[in-house]
Nanobody
């Protein structure tokens, strides 16, 4: 059974940084996509960043230049380094794993950026 566990959320002032970590376990194929989504109150869940096992990355326009996704395949872990945080980055951040047609989610971690 695949499990995703996020950590690293919290409260930070605008301009600050946080690093989110997602540890994955279970039967995970070597070919996969790991990513981070977020959902703010009253808004739809949106893609923040994604990283494929082939090495390509995708970012939402709103976080380009500020957030960096990285992965440690040996540890089955994916990270999201968030710098220059803004109040509009406040949301619950979810780790996501895609294995072909299968998709898994973490429980979410709250990120709150105060102005």
């Amino acid at each position: 059974q695949v499990q995703l566990v996020e950590s690293g959320g919290g409260l930070v002032q605008a301009g600050g940084s946080l690093r989110l970590t997602c540890a994955t376990s279970g039967s995970i194929f070597s070919i996969n996509t790991k990513g981070w989504y977020r959902q703010a109150p009253g808004k739809q869940r949106e893609l923040v960043a994604a990283s494929t096992s082939g090495g390509s990355t995708t970012y939402a326009d709103s976080v380009k230049g500020r957030f960096t996704i990285s992965r440690d395949n040996a540890k089955n872990t994916v990270y999201l380094q968030m710098n220059s945080l803004k109040p509009e980055d406040t949301a619950v951040y979810y780790c996501n794993l895609k294995l072909g047609s299968l998709e898994y989610w973490g429980q979410g971690t709250q990120v709150t950026v105060s102005s």
